[in-house]
């Protein structure tokens, strides 16, 4: 396989944003990673979208965002892993070049929210879990994730001031990333107090419904060095699955999806976790981010919650985990969410992260994890400074 | 979501009857049932009905609900434990959702799950219910 390069990002802009339709965010991220790469053509084009078809009404999103991005005739895909599609998205495009097939490939994101009702978007989501044996008994995403908190916090005595810590600590991050949705910091009390969705999960605990795309520029050593951007190594990329039930997985304590992808991209990358100097991960819910961490094997089970708590997790810690604000400040339009967390590791590692939300001392090696609904799938990359 | 009727049909043997499979080489039940045991790849199985009492893992209490349970909340899910082992997530009913707590011992009951509006089907299935009760 060819060494794999990110070279250019690109984001819309975060929120409700009614003026703007799906095609609208995904130009306007897509054009930006253009011009922020530098780059003159397009090989390939891969969208990762959850589901156009239940938020607009749209499917075929591959053709229509070639055309409306003035490239008709390329070779375009929509990918779709649930909430974890941008990551798959993106993993597609880093086999596209790595595979020899292309050498300049965008990977996007798109997500069109806001265009359904709350009831819409409820029931939208609700396809990322399994429809015969748990939305048809009245499961929702907080529920799903609720009750994997509420068996976490039995096994292994994680408290609401950890879940509480974890929302706090990514509005902090968010406040200063410009895209955010919610770019304020939010105490660990409000979250504590906020309304109750689905014990033990309040609405502060759970990430928004947003608008929104992501695109960055995949390529190769040669392309990425003619273009004289900042540019950053693809060292590793996985996928791993579950059962999509949360009731047949043997621990619903952990998501074994996102070990399984941690390991095997940590394998190709030829690095461990400790190697590791920060990480965007999927924290769909205070929860998520929680499990993720120890799933991922840099905490051990359970011991998560304590190091969020001890700010070993913040900017300035020893790890820190979501540096962009995470999907609970930034937001999480949820085809895009991937590919936005490769966007923020591509500027931490070239030093671009703006408002002083650059990760001290120059981190070198960074790792972003992408997951679809309870965890069913999660996708894992590695990402090394390179020029 | 709505459920078309053939959608719903298809499901009776598990949602009225809790027909399971069980795998000839492992032993292991699976519901709802499924072609290939994901630990042994065997395709050799035989129907067998689950047990109807279990303990719960976990729960959750919806006090947000999706469009077609919004008469029900504030109301509880859980996933139990059943007495052969195997795992399913249903409502839990017939009690104070405060009062519900992890190793509650349950019981599957014949209920109505959804009920949709103007022309859909009634869909019924199994509930959790205090096993006491």
């Known amino acids: 396989m060819r060494e794999v390069y990110v070279v250019g ?41 959850m589901s156009g078809g239940l938020f607009v009404g749209q499917e075929h999103i591959g053709a229509l965002m070639a055309d409306y991005l003035g490239m008709r005739g390329l070779p375009a895909v929509r990918v779709e892993s649930a909430c974890a599609s941008g990551g798959m998205a993106f993993r597609q495009a880093f086999l596209e070049v790595a595979s020899g097939a292309s050498d300049v490939v965008m990977a996007s994101g798109v997500e069109k929210m806001t265009d359904v009702s709350g009831d819409g978007c409820t029931d939208a989501l609700a396809t990322a879990a399994d429809q015969e044996y748990e939305v048809f008994h009245g499961a929702t995403f907080p529920g799903l994730y609720a009750m994997m908190a509420h068996a976490h916090m039995a096994r292994y005595g994680t408290t609401r001031e950890m879940l509480s810590a974890v929302a706090a600590k990514n509005h902090r991050n968010g406040a200063k990333n410009p895209v955010a949705q919610y770019p304020f910091e939010i105490t ?144 999480h339009p949820v085809g895009a969410t991937g590919v936005a967390q490769i966007v923020e590791v591509y500027k931490q590692l070239t030093g671009q992260a703006e408002n002083g939300r650059q990760i001290p001392k120059s981190p070198t090696l960074g790792m972003a994890q992408n997951m679809g609904g309870s965890g069913a799938s999660s996708v894992v990359h590695v990402l090394e400074v390179a020029g | 979501m709505t459920m078309f009727s053939a959608r719903n049909w298809r499901e009776y043997p598990q949602r009225y009857r809790l027909e399971a499979v069980k795998f000839k080489k492992s032993g292991k039940t699976y519901f709802p049932p499924r072609q290939v045991d994901p630990e042994t790849g065997d ?91």
């Open chain 1, 188 to 331: 660990a009390e409000a979250v504590s107090k906020s309304v109750m969705v689905a014990d033990p999960l309040r609405i502060l605990d759970c990430s928004p419904i947003t608008d929104g795309a992501a695109a960055v520029i995949v390529t190769t050593k040669e392309v990425a060095q003619k273009l004289k951007r900042p540019y950053i190594k693809v060292l590793g990329s996985a996928i791993g699955t579950d059962s999509i039930a949360l009731a047949q997985r043997a621990d619903i304590t952990t998501i074994k999806s996102a070990t399984i992808a941690t390991e095997k991209a940590l394998k190709m990358a030829g690095k461990a976790i400790g190697d590791i100097r920060f990480a965007e991960v999927h924290d769909c819910f205070t929860i998520a981010e929680i499990m993720v961490a120890e799933s991922i094997g840099k905490f051990a089970p359970g011991k998560a919650g304590e190091a969020i708590l001890s700010c070993e997790t913040s900017l300035e810690g020893k790890f820190p985990i979501n540096p962009s604000g995470g999907l609970k400040s930034k937001g």
């Open chain 2, 43 to 133: 395709t050799e199985r035989e129907m067998v009905v689950l047990p109807d009492t279990g303990k719960i893992l976990t729960y959750t209490v919806i006090r947000t609900p999706g469009p077609m349970f919004k008469d029900l909340a504030p109301y509880a899910l859980a996933i139990a434990e059943l007495t052969d082992g195997t795992r399913l997530m249903a409502q839990v009913t017939d009690c104070d959702v405060d009062a519900i707590k992890i190793g509650m011992e349950v019981r599957l009951e014949f209920r109505r799950v959804q009920s949709e509006g103007a022309s859909g089907v009634l869909s019924y299935g199994y509930k959790f219910v205090p096993k006491w009760y």
């Open chain 1, 9 to 49: 990002v690109g984001m819309s802009e975060w929120g409700e944003i009614w003026q703007k339709s799906i095609r609208d965010l995904f130009v306007d991220a897509a054009r930006a990673a253009i011009s922020n790469a530098g780059v003159d053509r397009l090989d390939s084009l891969y969208v990762g979208c």
